[in-house]
């Protein structure tokens, strides 16, 4: 069965610093890979997505990731954190072209301090 | 527009009630889906909906009842919930298959 594994519960940097999110996927074939942010209270936006085509995909709020097959990872990162990126972050997989069903990481939490 | 939307924001009920969750989304989505997420976990995919029919249903106990009446359109109703139910709902949208998912702002939902 297809998994998402985001390493770290919980990730505390300044702001200004690198903002490094790990997720590694298991997957047999090229998934879809997506990056959503959940703020306090409110539903899951998306921050970017994989498909097909370049592996290094950017998204909103200046976060990108990269798409590494021979990893079997997708890393977002944001080179200066703000404090408004304080949130959850989870890390989603499609397994293959034609499933219906997004599978989650567990979650991340960003904490930025000031 | 880019948007799903969901209604109410918030519900409380108690267990021998009958509700229901409204979602709405306009962007020619053709398939419609409910999560549910607890508090500090990742959501739980409930029901997908393809084409307003029901294409997955990941086991979810009777009392939550889907319904589709249009493409635009997904309703959840909800009868004699547990307090465990408790939870924010969420509905979701996308495009035919494998499109990436649009969530809406969720219902958040005590049973008490």
């Known amino acids: 069965a297809q998994s998402v594994t985001q390493l770290g519960s919980h990730v505390s940097v300044s702001e200004g610093a690198l903002v490094l999110l790990r997720c590694n996927y298991s997957s047999s074939v090229p998934p879809y890979l997506f990056w959503y942010v959940q703020y306090p209270n409110q539903g899951l936006q998306l921050l970017l997505k994989y498909t097909t085509g370049a592996t290094l995909v950017k998204g909103i709020n200046g976060f990108e990731a990269e798409f590494k097959k021979s990893e079997t990872s997708f890393h977002l990162t944001k080179p200066s954190a703000h404090m408004s990126d304080a949130a959850e972050y989870f890390c989603a997989v499609i397994p293959f072209q034609g499933a219906q069903k997004l599978v989650f990481g567990q979650g991340t939490r960003l904490t930025i301090n000031p | 527009d880019t948007e799903v939307t969901q209604t109410p924001k918030h519900l409380v009920m108690g267990m021998t009630n009958k509700k229901s969750l409204k979602c709405e989304q306009h962007m020619g989505h053709r398939a419609m889906y409910w999560y549910k997420q607890k508090a500090k976990k990742p959501p739980e995919l409930m029901f997908v909906?393809?084409?307003?029919?029901?294409?997955i249903n990941e086991s979810v106990p009777s009392r939550f009842s889907p319904e589709c009446p249009n493409s635009s359109l997904l309703n959840l109703h909800l009868h004699a919930l547990q307090p465990e139910d408790s939870a924010l709902y969420l509905c979701a949208s996308s495009s035919d298959y494998g499109g990436w998912a649009y969530f809406g702002p969720g219902t958040r939902l005590t049973v008490l």
């Open positions: 909906y393809s084409y307003e029919k029901l294409s």
